[in-house]
């Protein structure tokens, strides 16, 4: 058999009758538009368009119902030499910072418990991740409770275990107000940290430690040389993530203390919640909601670069 | 009627030049296979058949009707693929009735195919299961009956048998023969394994680096390969290649190197004339080596040291080495040998090619 | 098993195993038990001799009945799940649309936008409820339902959006294009194909949506005013306190029951939800 050439050139064929809108959405670009449009609407209406507005308001001096009139970069001028707001801005750190180092230590102490296969693994695993899953608001309410001056069941357990003998006011001390909101929020976090950590070492294969074990390694030698790097890709995920939510919290603080006692738990939400809707203030809310911005963006940025270097890999 | 017509066909991938103005006919009814090494861009075309990749350039046609603009629903084809690409959520008979409810049939019109189809491919008694409760093989029937019920106008298939272990691949490739001969429908066939090429196809198109090396009837293209690499491609244990050079003695032309030399044969020495003094690749296939015996001329013969003897039970490989080359010839499995013997291997004339050094071309 | 001698097994394991597992626990114990006690024996003093807090001996349902009654508790559930079940179904749409897209199509800036959506995601809400709170006032949704409904997409869609990207991207590209060489669409073989695949992805990720939405507090707390819009943490917390004084009792009960549908959802697809949360973060 041989090729029979073509002489006459063609007609190029047509689609049966199709409606316009289904031949556009045939074409990938089209469709693509399509169906990223109503997210993008609503990110951009909700998302994008606030962030520019609340760049203006910072630049302005309008309160609530008197819009304001542009005054350059005075309300930065403003919360810079602001008191309430340097105890603010050490307040975040101290409490992102040590909680999410407790969050990790403690986080990655139970999932390499977790990692064990035992009775009831699954029943304990679910109930763990009670405290993240639970509003937080309502479990936060319960550690207020907790807390409460008077009828502290904690300080009832350290009496009768003989370790107090006068009250402690975990939230109204203001030497201890952060300390105890710190231990709301590991303990709200933790579950997280554990679940995640339990995922990642999941994936590191038990041959690697078997390996290392025949190779004379013993068990803390085993970790820091084996599960650790292999962990350490999730590891940091997790953390920018948390780093982000925490440096942002605002219920906790808010349901536990309210940014008291004087200040001692302020935070940089609480504090623009506090000036912003509370005082009316809101170009100088705006602006210290802002000032978390470069954090952010220092956060997003370093998660990015790292992420594509992961990519790449 | 279905011929299918590619013209001037060309695929970019960014830089990647991937199909280089291919030109093929494909007849009616017509079983073509395209087969090469993975990249030479059969893939690639036949995907462009399909409409599932853009065409930078040339067209495709089905009879005498362009087909690049259409999307793929509208050009009546059937596609099976490699890892056949069943609705996993779908029972075989849904999976098998998916195209006809696209295109709106009723559904005794569907039930009628899906059966016929069915009982063709023997998987009646499949249809209701899903597709992770079958095996391998059936679910490459499935995804063939799914082909089938559509009656399209081409067949396009993409390394269909690749994931098949090799007793089933065998099996599936007889029956795949047996599906062609009794559908009469056009077909396009890739693949990467030049003995389904050689066993399905009614012609063959060899391909490398996005272009085309040649087009023929399998047997044509192994007696008859237009260059080194379809020489080489086509035929296992694969061809003999061996740098020489071409000299004339007396009139007549001989090929020679380290450890050999032989007489050309005087119908090739006509095309040799313009290559004497010069270097060429000589060809010979296993088969058509055999261990010499008294009556063979001495100069269409060389010494050779067995290296390695295969024994297969139908025919004996023996690796041998001329010097610095080393060669597989495929001889009677009665023989005696043993490793490190010299033995004298003679060729077979007729069966000799002989390729441009530098264009790889047949001379 | 846990290996090793009986004592490194308890000292290393049980013990600090049940250590968590006490500690993460007890606060939804103590509520639980707050619920159930009459006022006469909560607010007994911590050093009081008969203070005997983990369990009661006349439990009562007077708590859940006063808060039931006497407060807009009920409402306030029923926006709350009015509005974490729209906010949840109007991003799943979106996200089941935009993790199509992105993760099966090719088009100009696919990548960039993928990032940009992902950077939203890391937005905090207490970086934007000011000048939110501003527009919601001028498009007149304030004290509405709809001012919650609308915004909170804003952190439900990235991560729906990831989380079915993630899941796409595990189903060959030969199911669709064999879809379309059928005869179908790419719409449709989005719809009828690729769709019903993802429902396990679809489940998880309405299930995380459904819980985030029932958490959220800010914007409700700042958006929403009178009473009868307020939901479940914002009521909770704001009116279950008159003038100074806290009713225990109401506000645990409240913590409790406010906390039972998402307890319930999570309970039923614990695994979905667990899968949720690892493949955001192995991304």
Known sequence: MTYTTVASPSVYAGSPKRGPITRLLEDERWLAMTLLLPTVALLGLFIAYPFIEGVRLAVTDAKVGIPGHFVGLQNFEKIWNDDIFHVAVWNTCVYTAVATVFKLVLGLWLALLLNHNFKGKAFTRAFILLPFIIPTVLSTLAWKWMFDPTFSVINWMLFRLGLIHSRINWLGDPNLALISVIIVNVWRGLPFYAISLLAGLQTISPELHEAAAIDGARAWQRFRHVTWPLLLPVTLVIVLFSVIQTFADFQLVYVLTGGGPANATQLFATYAYQLGIGTGLLSEGATISLAVFPVLLLVVIVQLLYIRRVETH | ?363 | ?283
């Open chain 3, 1 to 283: 098993m846990v290996e090793g001698a009986l004592w490194r097994r308890w000292v290393f394991f049980y013990i600090p195993l049940t250590a968590f597992v006490v500690s993460l626990l007890f606060p939804f114990y103590w509520m639980m038990v707050t619920t159930v006690r009459p006022d006469s024996e909560l607010y007994r003093p911590w050093n009081a001799p008969n203070y005997a807090p983990f369990w009661t001996t006349h439990p009562t349902l007077v708590h859940i009945r006063d808060l039931l009654t006497e407060t807009l508790f009920s409402t306030w559930m029923l926006n709350t799940m009015i509005i974490s079940i729209a906010a949840t179904a109007i991003s799943l749409f979106c996200g089941l649309l935009a993790g199509y897209a992105l993760s099966r199509l090719k088009f100009p800036f696919a990548g960039s936008l993928g990032t940009v959506i992902f950077i939203t995601y890391l937005v905090p809400q207490t970086l934007l409820f000011i000048p939110l709170a501003d527009i919601i006032r001028n498009f007149r949704l304030g004290d509405t339902p709809w001012a919650l409904i609308l915004t909170y997409p804003t952190f439900l869609i990235p991560f729906c959006t990831w989380l079915m990207m993630g899941y796409f991207k595990s189903i060959p590209k030969e199911l669709e294009e064999c879809a379309r060489i059928d005869g179908a669409t790419r719409w449709k073989a989005m719809v009828y194909i690729i769709f019903p695949i993802a429902v396990p992805g679809i489940l998880s990720a309405g299930i995380f949506a459904f819980t985030l939405s029932w958490n959220e507090f800010l914007y409700a707390l700042v958006f929403l005013s009178s009473p009868e819009q307020k939901t479940v943490p914002v009521g909770v917390t704001s009116e279950l306190i008159r003038g100074d004084v806290f009713y225990w009792g109401e506000l645990m009960a409240g913590a409790l029951l406010g906390s039972i549908p998402v307890a319930f959802v999570y309970s039923f697809f614990v695994e979905h939800y667990v899968a949720s949360l690892t493949g955001s973060v192995k991304g």
């Open chain 2, 1 to 363: 009627m279905a011929e299918v017509h590619i013209q001037s066909l060309n695929k970019k991938f960014d830089e990647v030049h991937a199909v280089k103005d291919v030109n093929l006919g494909i007849n009616d009814k017509e079983f073509m296979v395209l087969v090469g090494p993975s990249g030479c861009g059969k893939t690639t075309t036949l995907r462009m058949v399909a409409g599932l990749e853009s065409i930078t350039s040339g067209r495709i046609l089905i009879d005498d009707k362009v087909i690049n603009n259409l999307p793929p629903m509208d050009r009546d084809i059937a596609m099976v693929f490699q890892n056949y690409a069943l609705y996993p959520h779908m029972s075989v008979y849904d999976n098998m009735a998916f195209g006809l409810k696209m295109r709106k049939f009723d559904r005794a019109d569907i039930a009628k195919r899906v059966q016929d189809a069915a009982e063709i491919l023997g998987i009646q008694e499949l249809l209701k299961r899903k597709p992770r409760q079958l095996s391998g093989g059936q679910r490459q029937r499935v995804a063939l009956g799914r082909a089938i019920v559509r009656h399209p106008q081409v067949f396009l298939f993409d390394e269909p048998l690749s994931n098949l272990d090799a007793k089933l691949r065998v099996q599936m490739r007889v029956e795949l023969k047996k599906l062609h001969d009794r559908l009469g429908t056009t077909a396009i066939y890739v693949t990467h394994d030049q003995v389904e090429a050689m066993t399905l196809g009614d012609r063959v198109v060899v391909m490398k680096d996005g272009l085309v090396q040649q087009v023929g009837e399998p047997l044509e293209l192994y007696n008859e390969p237009a260059n080194l690499f379809v020489a080489g491609f086509l035929g296992s244990p694969a061809m003999n290649f061996a740098p020489v050079q071409i000299s004339e003695t007396n009139g007549a032309l001989w090929a020679g190197s380290e450890g050999m030399r032989i007489k050309v044969p005087a119908e090739i020495a006509g095309r040799l004339g313009r290559h004497v003094r010069s270097d060429v690749t000589m060809g010979i296939r296993p088969e058509d080596l055999h261990v010499a015996s008294a009556a063979d001329p001495a100069e269409l013969g060389f010494d050779a040291v067995i290296e390695v003897i295969e024994k297969l039970g139908s025919e004996i490989l023996l690796d041998v080495a001329i010097g610095p080359h080393t060669m597989v010839a495929s001889v009677d499995p009665g023989i005696r040998v043993n490793v490190h013997d010299c033995v004298r291997l003679v060729l077979n004339p007729e069966r000799l090619h002989f390729f441009d050094a530098r264009s790889e071309a047949v001379i």
